[in-house]
């Protein structure tokens, strides 16, 4: 930070002095970044005595009208727009902000993330509850929010939009619910129900996460070998592998 002893609009030789040694006293007290400055023309006679004693006139200040510049932050906290959404909130929540600028990989400002926009994310309006379970990630991006494992199949970084689906209601219910969803885009999410484990695999969903770190059983591994289903395993349970599942989004969907 800068401070400038400046004197009035028209400045005289005690304007000028003034100014010199007031910012000096500053200094030699202690005050860092301290300069004299004027806010108008010398004349003759002061520029005379200031050549005597070897002192160099002050600068010329012609506006003093605060800027941007004035005031910005130089260390900024920013995020990359590949960082994930869990990342960003915990960045947001450490650092006690409201939004964070959202850079590309040459450090580029591509535009804000705020935490409201988080948070619309996470919980969208009523009227909108289908954004609840849809997701734009990929498959293996997904598998690390959780620190899971697959089981059965290969890992894809392809991001597109996907669809969550907890197996909580009855086995029949359930199947209903996932006629109406593209079984390309599903992935299931369920406990030891070995039955509903073996219906998504048959029923050709995307992928199958078996939470709570259960053990799964060879035949529901060998089922999803054979249908091209990937099977993968989440330490957390569902409730929890779920919304770390929702945090797996990249910030760039969100950048405003």
């Known amino acids: 930070m800068q401070t400038i002893v400046i004197g009035h609009r028209n400045p005289d030789m005690d304007s000028i002095c003034s100014a010199i040694g007031y910012a000096a006293l500053k200094r030699k007290t202690g005050m860092q970044g301290v300069k004299a400055a004027r806010a108008g023309n010398t004349n003759e006679r002061i520029d005379f005595v200031l050549r005597k004693f070897g002192v160099e006139s002050p600068d010329f200040v012609s506006d003093l009208t605060p800027t941007v510049a004035d005031v910005m932050e130089t260390d900024e906290i920013s995020i990359s727009n590949d960082c994930s959404i869990y990342m960003a909130l915990n960045s947001l929540e450490r650092q006690r902000l409201r939004g964070l600028p959202v850079v590309d990989q040459e450090n580029r400002c591509l535009g804000l993330l705020s935490g409201w926009k988080i948070t619309n994310y996470l919980f969208p309006r009523r009227n909108d509850l289908n954004a609840s ?86 035949e529901v591994i060998s089922a999803a070998q054979k249908s091209g289903t990937r099977l993968l395993s989440s330490p957390y349970d569902t409730a929890t592998t779920v919304l770390l599942s929702r945090g797996a989004a990249k910030v760039d969907q969100m950048v405003e």
Do not use: C, N
């Open 133 to 218: 379970r849809q997701i734009v990630s990929s498959l293996s991006e997904i598998l690390e929010s959780f620190d899971g494992h697959f089981i059965a199949g290969e890992p894809d970084y392809t991001r597109k939009q996907l669809i969550l689906m907890v197996a909580a209601m009855s086995r029949q219910s359930f199947a209903d619910r996932l006629s109406r969803y593209p079984a390309s885009e599903v992935m299931v999410f369920v406990g030891d129900r070995v039955d509903v484990q073996l219906d998504a695999i048959q029923a050709g969903m995307l992928a199958v996460i078996v939470t709570g770190g259960l053990s799964i059983s060879p």
